[in-house]
C-alpha cells in the first residue's frame, strides 16, 4: 500500500537556524498537503502542492514537491520558537490521503 | 465560514466501558468526513472515512465503528474500550474532490484515556 516517510522524526534547532524536513512517498502522488500541528493542538492546513517541481513560500517556509511527484521538503529559515510543533506531510494518491508520521520541532532560544 | 466541532474534548473511561464521540460540521454541505487517531507522539491513523450519509469505509479493523446519521454529523463508537484504544481522536472534513480542493480542516480533537 501506499506509505508516506518522514525524515527526521524529531529536529532541534537553535533559533536563528536553517532547517528542513523530508517526505518520500513509495507511489506517485497527485498532490501534497502539509499540516502544522503545535503542542496540544490539532492539525492546521499549511499549503498544497500539485505540480511536479512546484515550488511555494509562505514567509520564512518554502515547500518543494519533487519533479517525479514522490517527494518534497519544507525548509525553515531562521527559525523561531513560534515554529515549534509538529509539521505533517500527506500524500494524495486516488481517492486516499496518506499522513506521514510527522517531524516535530523544538527549538533552543 | 465552515466550522467543525468535537466533544468531549477530554474523557477518561475503564477499559470494557462504551464509547461515543461526535463531530459535526457546519457552514458547509456534502462534506466528506474522516475520523484519526493519534497516538501519544505519534502520526494520524486513518480510521474511518465517510463521502455520505451512511456511507463508511473502514481503515484498520478494530473494535471501533463509525456512523453518519445525518450529512454533517459523524459519530465514533465502541461498544468495549481497550486500553490500546488511549490516544487523540481527531474528526476532519474536506470538501468533495470536485470543488478544486482536498484539504483537510480539523476539529479541536478529543483526548481519550481508557483506565
Known amino acids: 500500500g501506499q506509505q508516506v516517510m518522514q525524515i527526521p522524526q524529531y529536529q532541534h534547532v537553535q533559533e536563528g537556524e536553517d532547517f528542513t524536513t523530508y517526505c518520500n512517498s513509495s507511489t506517485t502522488l497527485s498532490n501534497i498537503q502539509w499540516y502544522k500541528q503545535r503542542p496540544g493542538g490539532h492539525p492546521v492546513f499549511l499549503i498544497q502542492?500539485?505540480?511536479?517541481?512546484e515550488v511555494k513560500k509562505q514567509k520564512r517556509l518554502t515547500f518543494q514537491f519533487g519533479e517525479a511527484k514522490k517527494n518534497s521538503s519544507l525548509h525553515i529559515t531562521a527559525t523561531q520558537t513560534t515554529d515549534v510543533g509538529t509539521y505533517f506531510c500527506a500524500g494524495r494518491r486516488d481517492y486516499k490521503l496518506s499522513f506521514g508520521a510527522g517531524t516535530t520541532v523544538t527549538v533552543r532560544a | 465560514s465552515q466550522t467543525i466541532h468535537q466533544w468531549p474534548a477530554t474523557l477518561v473511561q475503564p477499559v470494557g466501558s462504551p464509547l461515543s464521540l461526535e463531530c459535526t460540521v457546519e457552514g458547509t454541505s456534502n462534506p466528506n468526513l474522516y475520523w484519526y487517531r493519534q497516538a501519544a507522539g505519534r502520526g494520524l491513523q486513518l480510521l474511518f472515512y465517510?463521502?455520505?450519509?451512511?456511507?463508511i469505509s473502514s481503515e484498520v479493523p478494530q473494535n471501533l465503528s463509525a456512523s453518519r446519521p445525518q450529512d454533517r454529523q459523524f459519530i465514533l463508537s465502541s461498544k468495549k474500550l481497550l486500553l490500546s484504544d488511549s490516544g487523540f481522536y481527531l474528526c476532519a472534513w474536506s470538501p468533495l474532490m470536485d470543488r478544486g480542493t482536498d484539504t483537510q480542516y480539523f476539529g479541536p480533537g478529543t483526548r481519550l484515556t481508557v483506565l
Open positions: 465517510s463521502v455520505g450519509i451512511g456511507q
Open positions: 502542492l500539485v505540480k511536479s517541481g
